[in-house]
């Protein structure tokens, strides 16, 4: 069953188009590798399947339901219920802890719940490091709180934009492993990488260049 | 959370809300000294201008209209008296606390050595009592206060109380001259209607006709013009509110004016309406305004509430635009944090609301710093300019925290603008 597809999607801005004539479909369940060089629309693919940003033309279908005429209200809402997201830059608040990072997601969404943030820091294996600062993490530690946060509530979806960009090998690897877990567990996650070995892990990799698809394929090599 | 996220703000931003803090203290003391001078300046002003002598005159109300009508002075045929027992009734109109101070006048031609001499009776530092249903109401009043401005160049004022009998007067210094009078000497003063003796307590330089003239008790002026018991005319002065439209359209006629209208006046220190109570009280007098002194009130209060209503209105604006530039790079410090919470769902309101708080609440603090900078402020210029210290007004605190408020909502538009306006797809992703 699909979780989202992309019908037609194409992005202009002036007279760049950073997506053209894009289709996609995401079975739930599926781990999916975006991959290009730099400029060949990752990011713009991340925002519109995010509800960030909206197609120039083009429906965006997520769980069935078309989104792509909803308000930004709306969208806000549904992306707030059914997307997690992983950044690059992790983006920690950084005058709050580890929990308290992973509650921020819960307060916009529905109840701050300490516990259940806990919880999800325990599954990143960060429960010990719940009261420390952004500052007083590695950046692998960071990624994984980010990695909770994104996991709160619960979202169809997470989507990651250059996870392990800004990680050393092993702190890579601890991240990868986390996402084969939450694979295995069926939670559907799209990883936007220009990293061989981040995409290569995957089970399904998209190729992106000049805004089109180039390639989109099974990884052989994928292991469960 | 909501607190977890403001208190994490402050500690975080402290310097920037120091700042912040700091800004609005500035503003905030300068409105609150303006303010409360303005409030209390009114007052002051009129108590200074009461040093200038008295801003109402009473005289009997025949004479006033013969006086209107002809424009001419009053022969003694004509002259026309009040009774002295009509000066307490000063002390019961609505009004009057407002009225510092009031003497009787009673003139009268007279002959020292041969010599004619302009002879005027009055109150110098006299205690009236007054009883009227039941009430008694006292009061020391007289010259002393309403010619503050006389130099006494040899001798004392007439103190009615400590000295014995009232054969005693002050004589002008021009006239004093002229007679060759100084203090502690005895003289004769002759009119129509009898001698006295009197013996000079002082000599004054006052600057005006007043220093040909010859100032003496009312009882002993009584005595030479035969007017046991009365008076020719008052000296008001009171304190009172700058005329305004109302005020005009009153003095023309009050019986022009709505019944609001009336109340309004009225209830107000327009020296039209302190006229008018006191010719309500006084059925046989006239009372009217010496608009010099009165205008004089008017146009200088209004110019420096005008000048205090800038000067408050300027500090205002600057901390508005303090506050602006401070909290609209706070939130372009913060446009990742923000941003973040966009992207976890967090809606415009929400993200505006907590920035709000954050600025309110620091405002408030500054407000408070400002307030008591504002008090000792206030006090500098009460001691400098009115050598006495400005009341504080609780009207003032309020009016200063709504201000704040207002100032830092409006200095926080553009930063609120910059919040709407902040898209997380280009803030955390980067381009395209």
Known sequence: MSLLELKDISKIYGNLHALDHVNLTVDQGEWIAIMGPSGSGKSTMMNIISCMDKPTTGQVIFDGRDITKDSRRKLTEFHRDKIGLVFQQFHLINYLNAVENVMVAQYYHSMPDEKEALEALERVGLKDRAKHLPSQLSGGEQQRVCIARALINSPSLILADEPTGNLDEANENIVLDLFRQLHKEGTSLIVVTHDPEVGEVAQRIVRLEHGKIASDKKNEQFAE | ?432
């Not at chain 2, 009615?160 to 005693?168: Q, S």
């Not at chain 2, 359209?249 to 709505?258: F, Q, W």
């Not at chain 2, 420096?304 to 410090?333: K, Y």
């Open chain 2, 1 to 432: 959370m909501f607190f977890r996220m403001i208190t994490g703000a402050f500690r975080r931003q402290w310097k920037k809300m120091l700042m912040i803090a700091m800004t609005v203290a500035l503003g905030a003391s300068i409105a609150t000294a303006m303010l409360n001078v303005m409030l209390s300046v009114g007052d002051k002003i009129n108590e200074e201008l009461k040093a200038y002598g008295s801003n109402i005159t009473v005289v009997p109300r025949s004479e006033a209209v013969i006086s209107h009508l002809y424009d001419v002075d009053e022969t003694e045929e004509q002259a026309e008296y009040l009774p002295e027992e009509t000066l307490g009734e000063f002390l019961t109109i609505f009004w009057a606390n407002n009225i510092v101070d009031f003497t009787p006048l009673l003139d009268t031609p007279a002959t020292v050595n041969g010599q004619e001499v302009p002879v005027v009776g009055a109150w110098f530092d006299h205690h009236l009592a007054f009883v009227k249903k039941g009430t008694t109401y006292e009061r020391n009043t007289g010259i002393i206060n309403l010619r503050s401005w006389w130099d006494i160049t040899d001798g004392t004022w007439l103190d009615e109380a400590k000295l014995k009998g009232d054969r005693y007067a002050m004589v002008g210094q021009k006239l004093a001259a002229t007679l060759s009078l100084k203090a502690g000497d005895t003289f004769t003063v002759a009119t129509d209607h009898g001698t006295e003796t009197l013996t000079v307590t002082g000599i004054f330089e006052s600057g005006d006709d007043e220093e040909g003239m010859l100032f003496t008790t009312l009882s002993t002026a009584q005595r030479l013009t035969g007017a046991e018991g009365q008076y020719k005319k008052a000296e008001v002065s009171a304190i009172t509110s700058p005329d305004d439209e109302l005020a005009v359209k009153a003095a023309k006629n009050p019986d022009l004016l709505t019944g609001d209208e009336y109340d309004l006046w009225y209830c107000t220190a327009y020296v039209s309406s302190i006229c008018f109570q006191i010719q309500e009280a006084i059925p046989q007098a006239s009372a009217s305004a010496v608009r010099q002194i009165a205008d004089s009130e008017g146009k200088i209060l209004e110019k420096t509430e005008l000048l205090m209503a800038l000067i408050t209105l300027m500090s205002l604006i600057g901390a508005t635009l303090g506050i602006s530039n401070l909290v609209t790079s706070g939130v372009m410090e913060r446009s990742a944090e923000l941003a973040l919470m966009k992207a976890v769902g967090a809606k415009n309101g929400q993200i505006t609301r907590l920035i709000l708080t954050e600025i309110i609440l620091t405002a408030l603090v500054g407000a408070a710093v400002g307030y008591f900078m504002g008090y000792a402020f206030a006090q500098i210029i009460g001691q400098r300019v009115f050598s006495s210290s400005i009341e504080m007004s609780g009207m003032v605190a309020f009016l200063v925290t709504i201000l704040v408020i207002a100032v830092t909502l409006v200095g926080s538009l553009p930063a609120v603008r910059m919040i709407l306006r902040l898209r997380p797809s280009e803030v955390l992703h980067g381009g395209h």
